[in-house]
């Protein structure tokens, strides 16, 4: 079953973009790989050019098939599938699908009324920190820091 997840990027300028991602929105996943590799928001802003995302890696990488070719249970398969875990697969560049563009806001508060909501809706906001609003807390974005630290300690009781 899908964590599904949006990622947003606002601009110097105030606009907002935002992409969809279907596979692991949760903060231990999603979460901690735009916090640990996506602080540039020129490389962001990559990830909205590229438009919605099936599943998001530590890096952009280059187009590949998203069909496996090795068999499962194979260490071919382990060996393909730890390297498509390294990059992201997007719709559009790695499935050939259309429509997948991100979607423009023409600023934040535009983003919060009309975005595409999902259990986590991570943002790299213009103060160069993420953010996230996750399922159940009402539009509350807490920096990403924050949301480890609370989810620690929801962890820890």
């Known amino acids: 079953m899908a964590t599904r997840s949006t ?4 601009y110097a300028n105030g ?7 279907h596979w692991d929105g949760y903060l231990d996943h999603n979460g901690r790989i735009l916090f640990d590799n996506y602080q540039d928001p020129f490389k962001v802003q990559r990830l909205m ?4 995302i099936s599943s998001l890696g530590p890096n952009i990488g280059e187009k590949h098939s998203f069909d496996t070719v ?6 071919e ?3 393909e599938m730890e390297a498509k875990r390294q990059v ?3 719709y ?18 535009e983003y919060a009324r009309e975005h595409q909501r999902e259990e986590y809706e991570y943002i790299l906001r213009k103060d160069g920190k993420w953010y996230v609003d996750m399922y159940g ?15 620690a300690a929801q962890e820890a009781e």
Do not use: H, M, W
Request: hydrophobic content about 30%; overall charge negative; some cysteine.
């Open 7 to 10: 990622i947003a990027l606002e």
């Open 15 to 21: 606009q907002v973009d935002q992409v969809y991602c």
């Open 88 to 90: 992201c697969t997007f």
């Open 137 to 151: 807390t009402d539009g509350e974005y807490l920096t990403l820091e924050d949301a480890f630290e609370l989810q």
């Open 77 to 79: 398969y382990e060996a």
């Open 49 to 52: 050019d590229l438009g919605d």
């Open 92 to 109: 559009g560049r790695d499935r050939g699908e259309s429509g997948t563009g991100a979607k423009r806001f023409k600023n934040f508060e």
């Open 70 to 75: 090795a068999k499962y249970g194979t260490p």
